[in-house]
């Protein structure tokens, strides 16, 4: 018997329903983020009790409309990523956190994967989650509610795992 459970592929209807669900939600998150410079952190509890994490450095600018991808290589590992963590068969749990650069210090807000889409985060769960480790450098980061994604769902949508 392995050490730990064995992961199981998702059925490839599953994964094009949570691929479509991803840019959706990254479409949403990239809106309701706004102009600046933005970095992504996901981390991922995978159901064979692994952690998985991606992130990605963004910059966003709406006049004239822009998007740059500092590495487009992190932003794959984050998509694909968050695809799993939508579809939900092979991840036990996923928090994604967004932190913004600003002049006195970075601010924070956070989505949780529940239901196969990014729920917002509970600010004093997020401020828990952004302290810095003690003995670790690290700016600190301040937390404001994340808002609601609206979730647009295509009729032909395989439901998300639970």
């Not at 500092?70 to 695809?83: G, I, K, M, P, Q």
């Amino acid at each position: 018997m392995p050490a730990r459970p064995e992961l199981t592929r998702p059925a490839d209807a599953a994964i094009a329903a949570a691929m479509s669900r991803t840019l959706t939600a990254l479409a949403a998150l990239l809106q309701v983020l706004g102009d600046g410079e933005h970095t992504l952190n996901l981390v991922a509890e995978r159901t064979d009790d692994t952690f998985v994490r991606a992130q990605a450095d963004l910059s966003i600018s709406t006049a004239p409309l822009r998007l740059a991808v500092l590495d487009e290589d992190d932003y794959c590992a984050l998509r694909t990523l968050l695809v799993f963590a939508l579809e939900g068969s092979t991840v036990r749990s996923a928090v994604l956190i967004a932190t913004t650069a600003t002049e006195l210090h970075p601010r924070a807000c956070g989505w949780t994967v529940r239901n196969g889409w990014l729920h917002p985060m509970d600010t004093a769960e997020l401020q828990q989650a952004v302290i810095p480790c003690p003995g670790v450098p690290a700016v600190r980061r301040e937390v404001y509610d994340a808002s609601v994604l609206p979730r647009i769902t295509d009729t032909d949508e395989e439901g998300p795992r639970v």
